[in-house]
């Protein structure tokens, strides 16, 4: 009776602590990352619709639009409580989405392009309400690992598409309109479900913090590994049903393994006596730290009279601040032309292979491909640009730029193929497109402060959608039916009305991506000067206001105790 009692009282303080919540928001970013799954169920909709490139690629650009406008799930999470954002998020995730597996499967009449626009910006739209309601908390919770936590939270998002893969591949076999229905049903019961577990709560430093963060790095990624070896032999191998039944089933158990590291690690520490709650407070007037001090003081100042006497960075910027900052407009360019220019070519893939001829089945092996190593870009910047930082005071904004440098080569070798440069290509791509997402998060949260950390970090990656737009549609989409209509023109047929335009060749894509790689070195430059402007910042100890909150909360608890002992 007691074992029992006392695993219930266990199992109510896991569920409210911060490595249930943290574990159960790796869950939730797995539903984030089926945005990147357009190039795999983008050609249902191409055919499926009688759309041309130009028209495609206008709704890959309301994708990322819907998946970029997160401002406003800023704004709700700031006067709303978390399981609120979730629910709001869930309901937009399933309407979005399932309209238009209701349209690829001609269940409802044909409708106009603007109403596809609007089904896909609520669905892609709907995932900055899970990670609004995800990454606020978690960065509030543990502050000073907040480098590894985005890059573990990221690094699940970008697993999302593999993982999805291999779901749908178990349930539904080989149908890409499949793939939308379970886009649209399982993120959002995902956000349902643990909606209510997902909020701040009082931050005590465990000195082995560190160390269940490198857990949880392990197995997620032995999930990558394993389906990155799922990808490569799904790929040479004939699969039965039965065997990607099988392969899901690994899948989820890999899945969930972070929770039981949580209920372990919780166990450990886990005291009925001290975890339990305090009633008493401490009649004592304990001193405000000074990074406190000077908050309390801002507060007392006008809103607007803050507006251009900005504080010093790593203190709490308003929003306007923070916006009219040069720092953000910095990070706003760059978001512009790497995350812009990133999605434009991962919206692209499924199109970049058909041009080079290969089969549908190589097609989502790559997308698979982009999703593994958008994991792995995301947990390595993650990571690696939290030990630069504290050992060798490496700014962000430095690792944020090489990243760019980096997708810059992966689009030459798009634009000048070889044979197997496109399996390079993707790795390339989705490794920089992961790592950028943790470095803004990261440098949002450090220069402006985490009191609007959930608003501002939406609005620094606000340029993204002008980015996909400009060099998705109107430059890739452009030139790409452009050609196709050359190559039509060529073989003597008429373009007429409806026809589906498709580019062969190594020429579909070459100009459009040599206009991407210059885009996206330009964006790096302006990092470039970004880490310069920091370098002062980032050689200080820009934790040392949480040390110094944390010690003054921990001799509270003291006193408290204190006095309920006398």
Known sequence: MTTAFGLCEFAA????GRWFMVSACFLIM?????TYLFGTYSKAIKSSQGYDQTTLNLLGFFKDLGGNIGVVSGLISQVTPTWFVFLLGSALNFCGYFMIWLTVTSR????????????????????NYATTGSLAPCVKNFPESRGVLLGILKGYAGLGGAIMTQIYLAIYGNDSKSLILLIAWLPAAISVVFAYSVRPVKVVRQPNELKIFYQFLFASTALALFLMAMIIIQKRVFFSQAAYAGSATVVCALLFLPMFIAIRNEYLHWNPQIDGPQTVESSRPWPLSSSEERRAQNARTSCFARIFKKPARGEDYSILQALLSIDMLILLFSSFSGLGSSLTAL??????????????????????????WNYFGRV?????????????????????????ILSSAGYLLIAFP?????????????????????????IVSELFGLKYFATLFNIAQLSTPLGSYTLNVKVTGYLYDRKAKQQLQRSGKELAKGTELTCIGT???????????????????????????????????????????????AETEMASTSVQEK
Not at 13 to 16: A, G, R, S, T, Y
Not at 108 to 127: E, R, T
């Open 347 to 372: 919206d692209n893939f499924g199109q970049i292979g058909e041009s080079l001829g290969y089969s549908a089945n190589v097609i989502t092996s790559f997308m698979s491909l982009v999703s593994i």
């Open 418 to 442: 070889v044979s197997g440069s496109l399996y390079v290509a993707s790795v390339i791509t989705g490794f920089s497109l992961g790592a950028q997402f943790p470095l803004i998060y990261a």
């Open 30 to 34: 797995v539903g984030t990352g089926c």
């Open 13 to 16: 303080h896991f569920v409210q």
């Open 380 to 404: 390595f910047s993650g990571f690696v640009s939290e030990i630069l930082l504290h050992k060798y005071k490496v700014p962000r904004p430095l690792m944020l730029a090489f990243s760019l």
């Open 507 to 553: 020429e579909c894509y070459k100009l459009p991506f040599i206009i991407l790689a210059s885009i996206t070195l330009s964006g790096a430059l302006a990092l470039l000067i970004l880490a310069v402007r920091t370098r002062e910042f980032y050689r200080s100890d820009i934790y040392k206001k949480f040390r110094e909150n944390n010690m003054a909360s």
């Open 108 to 127: 409802i009449s044909k409708p106009k392009v603007w109403q596809m626009c609007l089904y896909i910006f609520m669905g892609a739209n709907s995932q």
